[in-house]
């Protein structure tokens, strides 16, 4: 793996690092309103980046069937989708405000279940960063280097304010500074790990890198629709979340056309 791609794949973890740093910077946990922005702006890049960074990209590889060249997109749509669920019913966490765990009953710390349930939600990110990265490696012609990095950067700049979510919420229930951002950390670590095994696998399956792209666009949409979409919405009534949404899309939209 050369440089360049270990850059590339660090790039969203670094994102999530500076934002659990807020823990260190900021006196007061955020307010409700603004976690719901935040929520509304990284599902708006998460749907863009799904379209224009991996469904499209995966129809594009399979153009060869003619008409039904969606096909492999849907099916690996359809396991990314199935495989988040998986892991949401056999993984305890807990997300910032349902009081209820969610998973099989577990002992573990609610700080514990917390990291694990961003854990979770940055799984197919990670994937999805890697698995662009793979197809740079294998020349595939629809996959560019500013593509790539397009989507690794949409990625990022979503990921600060998740860091910051995970860390401030520990910090006010009373986790030290340095814990609470260790935390926040860990949480995204999942990241680059999740992205350089998916180049390792996708990377050895070349004819497979449709179903590895739309896999993890799919695995990215379950995030969306089941956390990230009732967060933008949960409490009063209010717009914020919906614009965030569309600011959220529009960056990554303009990030994948102006660098891909």
Request: hydrophobic share 55%.
């Amino acid at each position: 793996m050369n440089s360049d791609i270990l850059r590339g794949i660090l790039i969203p973890f670094l994102g999530t690092s500076a934002g659990a740093a807020c823990v260190f910077f900021m006196k007061k946990e955020l307010s409700r309103n603004v976690q719901r922005a935040l929520s509304g702006f990284a599902a708006g890049v998460m749907v863009a980046a799904s379209v224009w960074s991996l469904l499209i990209p995966a129809m594009e590889q399979s153009a060869s069937l003619g008409r039904g060249a969606f096909l492999p997109a849907a099916a690996g749509f359809w396991l990314g989708i199935l495989f988040l669920l998986l892991l949401d019913h056999i993984i305890p966490h807990l997300h910032v405000y349902p009081i209820e765990a969610e998973g099989p009953k577990s002992n573990l710390a609610r700080t514990t279940m917390m990291v694990l349930a961003v854990t979770l939600h940055n799984i197919p990110e990670g994937m999805a960063v890697g698995v662009v990265f793979a197809g740079l490696l294998s020349g595939s012609a629809e996959v560019t280097t500013g593509g790539a990095l397009a989507l690794a950067l949409g990625i990022a700049i979503q990921n600060f304010p998740e860091g910051a979510i995970i860390s401030m919420p520990l910090r006010a229930e009373g986790s030290s500074k340095g814990k609470a951002f260790w935390y926040g950390v860990l949480s995204g670590a999942v990241e680059p790990i999740g992205a350089f095994l998916t180049i390792l696998a996708a990377s050895r399956i070349v004819p497979a890198m449709p179903y590895f792209l739309s896999f993890a666009a799919g695995a990215m949409m379950y995030v969306v629709a089941e956390e990230l979409i009732p967060e933008m919405s949960e409490g009063s009534h209010s717009h914020i979340g919906v614009l965030m949404f569309a600011a959220g899309f529009t960056v990554m939209m303009a990030l994948d056309v102006a660098l891909g």
